[in-house]
């Protein structure tokens, strides 16, 4: 997928780092007024229509991470850069998808889809066409008219990934949104999610505890260590797209998981 958009979409972290005010409970033990180091001197770079995960041990920074690049959070050290650009607060180009769907619920499906359309002042025509062509990428056709509390959990991720798709955004973001899935929902949707990227590509950086979702999904698996996160590892998959499930049983693959265990090992110790 490398390649594939030019210049547009490339995503370069130049040490950064960001910490957090820590209560007097705090697992790390500080005293009130101290400040929790999350991320210290990350740097990162990933190239437009690369899909990149990042997987590491809990607290190690995966999500504030990409709350840096989303321009949700500003790091206390370093610079978030967006096609050579600072990066200084939320950008339509920059698409976040949740671990949770975070649909509205008196909206039917086809208008959370078009909600960011609305906002940006998109003329009602041009919404109609665009939400059509997201419910038939991501195959909810037949759930259009349905409000959230009618749908699977597959289906409002599958809405919320077609909602943060809406404006074509350059870089998509990934927090986890198919981790409270079952293991055949969650293959089928990283099954969809690779088709729809293929029709719409995109810079993607997500975040993952799995190792070999990290691997079916990404070009390169970047390895993050314990609190405070630093990048320890950045593995290229060397895994051909198109892919199929019947890919995770390649040798590459094998020999990849073990790359990235070995490497969470030392990032935990």
Do not use: C
Request: no cysteine; proline share 6%.
């Amino acid at each position: 997928m490398s390649g594939q958009m030019g210049a547009i979409g490339r995503i370069e972290l130049r040490d950064i780092a960001v910490s957090f005010a820590s209560g007097a409970g705090s697992s790390s033990g500080a005293s009130d007024g101290a400040r929790l180091i999350a991320l210290d001197g990350v740097d990162l770079a990933i190239e437009p229509g690369q899909v990149v995960a990042l997987i590491g041990p809990n607290g190690s920074g995966k999500s504030t991470l990409l709350r840096v690049v989303a321009g949700l959070l500003r790091p206390d050290r370093g610079t978030a850069l967006l096609d050579g650009n600072p990066v200084d607060g939320p950008d339509p180009r920059v698409g976040l998808v949740f671990q949770e769907p975070r649909l509205l619920a008196w909206r039917t499906t086809a208008s959370n889809i078009a909600y960011p359309l609305e906002l940006a002042g998109v003329d009602r025509a041009t919404r109609r066409a665009r939400v059509a062509e997201l419910l038939t990428i991501v195959g909810l056709e037949a759930a259009a008219v349905q409000v959230p509390s009618q749908l699977s959990g597959g289906m409002r991720q599958r809405a919320a990934l077609a909602r943060t798709l809406a404006l074509r955004p350059e870089v998509l973001l990934l927090d986890e949104p198919f981790s409270a899935l079952d293991e055949l929902t969650r293959e089928r949707l990283n099954l969809e999610l690779l088709a729809i990227t293929a029709h719409t590509p995109t810079t993607i950086l997500l975040v993952t505890h799995s190792v070999q979702e990290a691997i079916f999904l990404a070009d390169r698996v970047v390895v993050l260590s314990a609190r405070p996160g630093r990048v320890v590892a950045d593995i290229a998959v060397d895994l051909p797209r198109p892919r199929s499930l019947g890919d995770l049983d390649a040798a590459v693959v094998s020999a990849t998981a073990r790359t990235v265990r070995a490497h969470l090992g030392e990032a935990a110790a």
